[in-house]
Structures are given as C-alpha cells and as structure tokens.
C-alpha cells in the first residue's frame, strides 16, 4: 500500500515537471516570438527609415555625392523605355539638376533611383528619410503637407478631370449630377486630394453613397471603365488611359486647375536651395525650351500643351 502511494505521489511530480518543462518552453518560444516581430518591426521602411543621402555641407572637395531619389512608376513621369533605361518627365528634371549643379557649381553628383510602388509608403519615407533624399510621385504641393515635408518649387501644373465611362454624357451643369450619376458610385485613390474631392460631391449630391476606396491609379481607371463608378483623376492618367483604348469620359464641368506638382524632401534635406536655384535660373525653368522638349517627348504634343496653358493661365 505505500508503495503503491509513493509510486502514484512520483508519478504525479514527474507530470508536473513535465507540465512546468513544457509551459516554459511555452513562454520561451512565445517570448523568442515577440522578439523576432519587434526585431522585424525594427527593420521596416515604416519604423525607422533606410532611405539616406549625403548632406551638401558635408560634402569634401573632390567627392562625389551619394543622393538618394525614390520614385513612384508612373508613365510618361518615370518608367522604363524600350530599352529598359529609367526616364520620363520627373526623372530627365532631376537629371537636369544634377547636370547643372556639375556645370554651375563644380559638383558631381550620383543619382541613385529607387522604385516605391505604393504611393502612401512612398510618402512616409520620404518623410521619415535623412539628408539628400528627393521624392518623384506628382505630389501636390499644400500647407498642410509643408508641415511634414519639403517641396522644390513647382514643376507642373495639374489638372484634376471627373471621369466616368464613355457612355455617360458631358456633365451639363452642377444641378443635374445627382441624377446624372445616379447609377453610378463614387470612387478615390485613398489618402491624396482626389479623395477630399469625391467625399465632397458625394456629401452634396450622393450623402447616403460609400466611398470606394483604390491605392493605384490603375486600378482606379480599370474600375471606371467598368461602367460602375466615377473619380477623380489627374489629366495626364486621364489621356494616357484613352490613348490606351480605355472607354473613359471626363467632365470638362468638373475640371479644377491651380494646383501645382513638386519634388519631396525631408526637412533635413539641405539641397533644397541649390534646388530652388535651379529652378530659377535663366529665365526659369518651366519657361525654357527643355521643359517644353520634355513635356512633347514624354506627354504627347497635345496633353504637353494643355498643361503649358493651364500654367499660363
């Protein structure tokens, strides 16, 4: 009888120690667990920042400085030709500056371009990046985004253009839009101006309508093709669409200008003056015939001479 108990009560310990072993290997690995997300969480674009270029103050005699420009694909802004070469409207600007700081100035420049696909990340490293770091992605220049980031001065004026399929007619006048788009639903590309844009058509003429919600400009044209929805879309992604063979229509009504597109930075960055200075040189920039040159080679003939007036106006 006491062996029996004292071989129940060793049994009994040894399922214990077993339970303890495996509850602390438990709290290890979930432990190890914790550490491996922080150390990766650590490492993220999103948590602390990889994007760096040098400072023009810092610069030695003879260096070449190390500049760092992410760009968001975009055609006719910065895409691969044919030939597999980066280039477009945003990419020869920048170019163009960096060619110009060797003439001017003595300065030898590397550029080292960075794809970033989606537009909001491309947005929060730019703003999270140090030194010489330059952000192309057609941002809009605004008080609210001076707050955050650094612009250079503007190198083009945009045109928002309402666009909805093919087969809705013109928009007459503000009046009729309820009805006019009443088969249709409001669409944005999520955290930009075009979004503010639609939730305010929507609060005046469709309160009871949801906005969808897009994180590209293509997906955003694919689904107004569709014939279901209607959005806000910059002019160029407008004409390169129906250029394309998409069935799209925009809404001259609708149309707002005044807005303008600049290269991004951190606040950190001290080549902004250098940027400026660029941009102002000779007459300015946007008023010489290598702007005009761009615009034709890259937008086609009539979009590039849109956008020259929509600036003169």
Known sequence: MFKAAA??????????????????????????AILSLLLLFAISPLAAT???????????????AQLT??????????????????????????RDFANW????????????FVAETDWQR?????????????GLGNVTITEPRK???????????????????????ALPAWPAFPEHFAALQPLAFSGTLHEQRINRLRDQYQPNALVHQVSSNPELLTKVASGQYYAYVDAYNYWRAREAGMPLRDHPIAAETGETFGFIMPHNNDWASLLEAFFSADGGYLN???????????????????LLTTRQN
């Open 122 to 134: 491309f947005y929060r490293r730019i703003v999270q990046a140090q030194g010489g770091v330059f």
């Open 7 to 32: 071989l129940f009560v060793v049994n009994k310990i040894v399922v214990y120690k077993v339970a303890i072993s495996k509850a602390i290997r438990s709290k290890l690995a979930f432990s190890q």
């Open 147 to 169: 707050q955050e980031l650094a612009f250079s001065p503007p190198y083009l004026h945009n045109i928002a253009a309402l666009i909805s399929h093919q087969d809705i007619p």
């Open 101 to 112: 700081l060797q003439q001017q100035h003595n300065l030898r420049l590397q550029l080292n």
């Open 50 to 64: 990889s994007d760096r270029g040098d400072l023009y103050q810092e610069l030695q005699p003879g260096q070449t």
């Open 288 to 306: 010489s015939a290598r702007y005009r040159q761009l615009l034709t080679e890259q937008l086609g003939p009539e979009l590039a001479q849109l």
């Open 69 to 94: 420009v992410l760009y968001v694909p975009a055609e006719g802004f910065a895409y691969p030709n044919l030939q597999g070469e980066l280039t477009g409207v945003s990419v020869e600007i920048i």
